[in-house]
Structure formats: C-alpha cells, structure tokens
T-cell receptor
C-alpha cells in the first residue's frame, strides 16, 4: 500500500530534550516536506527536500533540522525543543522535484513540549 | 512571495444547502499550481483537486465544483447539496513551478471549517 508513515504519532517531551520524528514514504517520490499545523494558522511549511541531499527552508524553519540521506526518509530533528514547538506535524511527499503535484500526507505527529 | 487567503474561518450550513469556500492567492510566477485539500475530523489530509495556471477550465466532480479565475486570482470551491459527511476543514494551497526562487515552496491558507448540520 502506497503510504507515508510517521513515528511517533504522539510525543510528550520536556524543553531541551532532543528528539527526532521520522518520516518514510514507499512511493519513490523525489519531493518531501514537513509542515506544522496550529489552530487558525493552517499548515506552515518547515523544510522541504527536492531530492536526496537537497533540502531547503520553508516559512518556519527556526528550531528545526532535517536531512535527506535516502530517498524514502526525511526525518525532522528538534535539537532543543521549546514549548512554542508544541504542534501537530505532518510529513508529505509527492512525485517530481518541485512539489507541484498532489501531496500525500502522513497521519501526523502530535508533539507536546512541556 | 506567495500567499493564500481563505477569508472564511468558519461556515455553518444545513444539509442540502449549497456552499462556496473562497480562496484568493498571490503569486508573481506565471506558472503555478493550486490545490484543495480536505481534513475531516479524523485528522488526515485528503487531496481533492489540482489545477495549473494555464488551465482555467472549471471542473465538476459529483457534488464538488471548482471555479478558477486568474483575473481575480481566485480558486473557489463549491459543494452542492451539502451532506453531514462534508463537515471538515478545507485548505487551499499554492505551489510555484518553473525555475524561480520559490520552486519547492508550498503555501497553504489558514483553512475554512465547514460544519454541515442535519
């Protein structure tokens, strides 16, 4: 089954404790992206990747890191989480390099930083 | 910079009413792509439609229709004879194509929460 998976689905952590949210897709998509969703603010793009070893900042990259060492995986790293990073996070992938096709979204990761 | 505005934060209708969700976008690129996604109460994001900037044809899919007007930079979404299952948050989104600095960036509107009452 074609899908985007994210782990963990739920995470409660404390300020400053490094964490990684994994994202994996099995559709051989070139493009992958991370979004955060906050009430009333829609989805805001954090980082995106147009191919292996190619990543770039979205609109809200501060406090996040990403890497794209393999085509299927695009982990989101919070080196020192803070309470303002409490949010619902979505990973997405799509065919092509520029993200101009329909995006397939993971189920979301709800992160709480205390 | 690209921008998507969904001015309607919340809409409430009674079942079988028609409802239109507005989307206005801003872009300097001549090649761009517009999308609508649905997020039902269960939380997943579901793709509904994609339209490129060179195709202004309106589209109808069952009870759903989309009206794309470049002259007003709008890409509105109409649900005819709404049903309770249509209750969801709907997002309009924009991606720029071509070889420009925004290639790869994807901008979503803040979403419109539609409630359809029985």
């Amino acid at each position: 089954e074609a899908q985007v998976t994210q782990n963990p689905r739920y995470l409660i952590t404390v300020t400053g404790k490094k964490l990684t949210v994994t994202c994996s897709q099995n559709m051989n998509h070139e493009y992958m992206s991370w979004y955060r969703q906050d009430p009333g603010l829609g989805l805001r793009q954090i980082y995106y990747s147009m191919n292996v070893e190619v990543t770039d900042k979205g609109d809200v990259p501060e406090g996040y890191k990403v890497s794209r060492k393999e085509k299927r995986n695009f982990p989101l790293i919070l080196e020192s989480p803070s309470p303002n990073q409490t949010s619902l996070y979505f990973c997405a992938s799509t065919l092509g390099l520029a993200g101009t096709n329909e995006q397939f979204f993971g189920p979301g990761t709800r992160l709480t930083v205390l | 910079a690209q921008k998507v505005t969904q001015a309607q934060t919340e809409i409430s209708v009674v079942e079988k009413e028609d409802v239109t969700l507005d989307c206005v976008y801003e872009t300097r690129d001549t090649t761009y792509y517009l999308f609508w996604y649905k997020q039902p109460p269960s939380g997943e994001l579901v793709f509904l439609i994609r339209r490129n900037s060179f195709d202004e044809q309106n589209e109808i899919s069952g009870r759903y229709s989309w009206n794309f007007q470049k002259s007003t930079s709008s890409f509105n979404f109409t649900i005819t004879a709404s049903q309770v299952v249509d209750s969801a948050v709907y997002f309009c989104a924009l991606s720029e194509g071509g070889y420009n600095t925004n290639a790869g960036k994807s901008t979503f509107g803040d979403g419109t929460t539609l409630t359809v009452k029985p």
